[in-house]
Every structure is written in C-alpha cells, then in structure tokens.
Nanobody, 121 residues
Framework: QVQLVESGGGLVQAGGSLRLSCAASGRIFSIPTMGWYRQAPGKQRELVATISYGGGTNYADSVKGRFTISRDNAKNTVYLQMNSLKPEDTAVYYC???????????????WGQGTQVTVSS
C-alpha cells in the first residue's frame, strides 16, 4: 500500500504565507504526477496545482502567481508554497499522488488525509 502524509496547514492572516508538504511512502515504483487539491465548505474539491516527475507544472487560475508547487523525487515529497494568501483560499488541502506500484501495473490515485488552511481577514 501507499500512504501520503501531509503537514504544514494552519491559521494565517491575509497576505501571509504557508508551506504544505506531503510525503509518499510504501510500495512505490514511480510517481508520475503529484498535486494538491482543496475543498472549501459546501464546495466541490478543486485542483490547485500539479507537477510531473520531470517538473512540469499546472496551476488553477485562482492561485497563479501566488502558489508554487515543487517536488523532491528522491524523497517522494511534494510541496506547496502559498504566498499572498486570501480568505478565499481557506479550505482543506489534499495531497494527491498518481503512483505506479509495479512495472506491470498501471498507475492509481492515492490521497492524503487533508490539512486545514484557514486565512483570516
């Protein structure tokens, strides 16, 4: 099995910064894609940012220029640096990893438990 453990959430004032981390462990052959999603109360889960093994990135329009996603392939870890935070960024943030556990199997999606980010005005 594969486990994703997140850390770094918390309470911050508008304009502040937070850094989220997510480490994958377990039976891992490769992780083609890692990313962050978020879900605010009463809303659907939405994509925040993704990053490929080679470093290619994709961001939601709402976070472009403020958030930066990065990864350390040697540590199977993905990071999300969040700057200039706004109250509308308040949500539970979930780590996602598309993991290949064996060379003969296709990739499967795994999710972290979620970490709360609250931005006060």
């Amino acid at each position: 099995q594969v486990q994703l453990v997140e850390s770094g959430g918390g309470l911050v004032q508008a304009g502040g910064s937070l850094r989220l981390s997510c480490a994958a462990s377990g039976r891992i052959f490769s992780i083609p894609t890692m990313g962050w999603y978020r879900q605010a109360p009463g809303k659907q889960r939405e994509l925040v940012a993704t990053i490929s093994y080679g470093g290619g990135t994709n961001y939601a329009d709402s976070v472009k220029g403020r958030f930066t996603i990065s990864r350390d392939n040697a540590k199977n870890t993905v990071y999300l640096q969040m700057n200039s935070l706004k109250p509308e960024d308040t949500a539970v943030y979930y780590c996602n990893a598309r993991v290949v556990v064996s060379i003969i199997l296709s990739a499967s999606d795994y999710w972290g438990q979620g970490t709360q980010v609250t931005v006060s005005s």
